[in-house]
C-alpha cells in the first residue's frame, strides 16, 4: 500500500482475465479509464468491499507472481505503450 494525495492505495489486479478485473472494478464503481494496464488503483476504504466481494489479499510478490503466471502482467515497455493491446 502507498499514500496519495492523503489516501492509502492498492492495487487490483485478476490472476484470470482483464474482464474480470474490467467486471470487478466496475461492481466496486471504479470506470474502465481508471485501468492502468495490469491494475487498478484502490483506495483503502474500498478494500473491505472487495474483500467482501472475493477479492484477496496478498502482499506486493505475490501479486506480481500471480500476475506473471496468468500472463497479464506488463513490462515498463508495455506500459509506456499503453498497456495490453
Known amino acids: 500500500m502507498w499514500e496519495f ?3 492509502m492505495h492498492a492495487h ?5 482475465s482483464l474482464v474480470e478485473l474490467h ?11 481508471a485501468f492502468q494496464g495490469d ?3 484502490i483506495p483503502d476504504f474500498l478494500i473491505d468491499a472487495a ?8 502482499d506486493s510478490r505475490e501479486l506480481v507472481r500471480r ?3 496468468s500472463g ?3 513490462s515498463p ?3 509506456d505503450r499503453g498497456g495490453h493491446s
Open 5 to 7: 494525495r492523503g489516501v
Open 12 to 16: 487490483l489486479i485478476s490472476d484470470h
Open 23 to 33: 467486471d470487478f472494478a466496475f461492481m466496486l464503481g471504479f470506470p474502465e479509464r
Open 39 to 41: 491494475h487498478y488503483d
Open 51 to 58: 474483500l467482501e466481494l472475493g477479492a484477496q489479499q496478498v
Open 67 to 69: 500476475l506473471k503466471l
Open 72 to 74: 497479464l502482467r506488463l
Open 77 to 79: 515497455k508495455q506500459r
